[in-house]
Nanobody, 120 residues
Framework: QVQLAESGGGLVLPGGSLRLSCEYK????????IGWFRQAPGKERENIAC????????NYADSVEGRFTISRDKAEKTVYLQMNDLKPEDTGTYSC?????????????WGQGTQVTVSS
């Protein structure tokens, strides 16, 4: 059974940082990509970062490139999203998911999400 659980969200000031964690079970990061997407009220869901299974290569949405970093710890079965220089437009529910390839838009499995609020 595939399970993904996010943690680390919260309220942060503009310009601040947060690190989100995604613990996964029942899926091997040797074979499946793990990534993050976010949903803000009134906006479409946005895929923001992904780390591939094969070589650990990463890709990012233009909106977070240079500010967010995705990484993984295979031994701990955890994927992280380090978010720096946060902006109010980064507010939303952040979820992690697994899929076969990062190039695929839709995730096969995902967690419940963690709320990130950027506000002064």
């Amino acid at each position: 059974q595939v399970q993904l659980a996010e943690s680390g969200g919260g309220l942060v000031l503009p310009g601040g940082s947060l690190r989100l964690s995604c613990e996964y079970k029942g899926v091997s990061s040797d074979y499946y990509a793990i990534g993050w997407f976010r949903q803000a009220p009134g906006k479409e869901r946005e895929n923001i970062a992904c780390i591939s299974a094969s070589d650990g290569s990463t890709n990012y949405a233009d909106s977070v490139e240079g500010r967010f970093t995705i990484s993984r710890d295979k031994a701990e079965k955890t994927v992280y999203l380090q978010m720096n220089d946060l902006k109010p437009e980064d507010t939303g529910t952040y979820s992690c998911g697994s899929k076969v390839w990062c190039a695929v838009k839709r995730y096969d499995y995902w967690g419940q999400g963690t709320q990130v609020t950027v506000s002064s």
